[in-house]
């Protein structure tokens, strides 16, 4: 069936990949797009059947406005997804990440449109489940002055705000929860500034920049990375919603088998930097430092010792499951980025 999707904060790192994989996969689907750049669109950007305009949500309304009338799906994937800014930068996280998105679900629920929102694996929190479970897991958040949860706290909310124009106002959604996505274009490895990057491409841009890896409290906190052409795998069979598969449910889009410790992902990955030429000799050099996190973080940050996904949903409704493993997914990181030998970096 045609589709017409509309993707705010189409050049980030799920939206990117996931026009790449419409326009591959889908010749009669079409995509619009809002961002503010392009940089990571290279491969869709000339595409007929997709439709940019550079524009930033708060600004350009009125375009919003009209596309979300002529669309049949809505992606509202514009986020502040960086731990560091929900220290440094609370109030901007809840301005965009809460109010500027709750104005777009608003007028999806008016014109009676399916929304796929980006929930997140943060939602859990310190959840000590062995696995988080979409319907069973409690969220747990820390006091007020630990800022870091600003973002949790934002998507729940706006998961619950979901959820209940779902329940009771036949509102069409589905929540997907990404447990650390990785890939080409997550994050730029050429910025030096520390604590800007997710892990992965911090440790990355680290190794190539000569610096330390910092292991946050030791490192011994364990994330289960997910290569992104799994995730969106998972989206797509979203959006397509066989027989309403997805239809107003929540799924943990994760790979449980890639759950490793920081400290271990560091070590995994200095391994594989040193099978590429040019950069082996960096991997070589490169200290395994421990630093605390409130020295590099800020004193509101508190961190998360474990997060394991629960993907029966996503197994039982969607027929997904992750492929891609550990090793791979870096491997791929790696080469978008390391695999020119004659770029810089
Ligand atoms: N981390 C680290 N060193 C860094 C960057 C991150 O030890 O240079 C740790 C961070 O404290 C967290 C984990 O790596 O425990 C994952 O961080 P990320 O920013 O990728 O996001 P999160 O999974 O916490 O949302």
Redesign the pocket.
């Known amino acids: 069936m045609s589709q017409k999707i509309l993707i705010l904060g189409v050049n980030g790192f799920i939206g990117s990949s996931l026009t790449e994989r419409i326009l591959n996969e889908k010749p009669d689907w079409e995509v619009y797009g809002m961002d503010m750049s392009t940089h990571k669109l290279q491969e869709s950007i000339d595409n007929e059947r997709f439709h940019f305009i550079e524009g930033d949500i708060t600004i350009n309304k009125e375009w919003i406005a009209y596309h979300i009338k002529k669309c049949d799906v809505v992606l509202p994937l514009v986020a502040i ?4 800014t929900y220290v440094n930068d609370p109030l901007r996280v809840f301005e965009l990440d809460f109010e500027a998105n709750l104005e777009i679900i608003r007028q999806c629920v008016r014109h009676k449109k399916r929304v796929l929102f980006p929930s ?3 939602v859990y929190g310190m959840s000590s489940d062995s696995e988080f479970h979409e319907e069973d897991s409690n969220l747990v958040l820390g006091p007020i002055h630990k800022e870091r949860w600003i973002y949790s706290c934002s998507k729940q909310l706006m998961d619950r705000v979901i959820y209940a124009y779902g329940k009771h106002e036949d509102f069409k959604f589905t929540l997907f929860r990404p447990f ?1 996505w990785v890939g080409p274009k997550l994050d730029n490895i050429l910025e030096q500034k ?2 800007g ?4 491409t ?2 990355i841009s ?1 190794i190539l920049h000569g610096k330390d ?5 030791g ?1 011994q ?1 364990r ?1 289960s990375f997910t290569c992104i052409d799994d995730g969106i795998s998972a989206l797509m069979k979203i959006i397509e919603n066989k027989d309403g598969c997805a239809q107003g449910r929540i799924f943990n889009i994760g790979n449980p088998k890639n759950d490793v410790s ?1 400290k271990e ?2 070590e995994l990955l200095v391994s594989l930097i040193k099978t590429y030429p040019k950069y082996a000799s960096m991997a070589a050099n490169t200290k395994l430092i421990t ?1 605390e ?1 409130k020295d ?2 800020g004193a509101g ?1 508190q ?2 010792s474990a ?1 394991v996904p629960s993907i029966q949903n996503a197994m039982q409704y969607l027929n997904w499951e992750p492929t891609t493993d550990l090793e791979a997914s870096l491997r791929k990181t790696l080469d978008y980025h390391l695999a020119d030998p004659n770029s810089d970096i």
Do not use: C, W
Not at 81 to 84: K, L, V
Not at 197 to 200: E, I, N, Q, W
């Open positions: 997804a960086t731990p560091s997140t694996s943060e650390n520390e604590g990057s997710r892990v992965l911090q440790f680290n890896i910092k292991l946050v409290n490192g906190q994330r920081i992902l560091a630093v996190g590099y973080y940050y961190d998360v997060r």
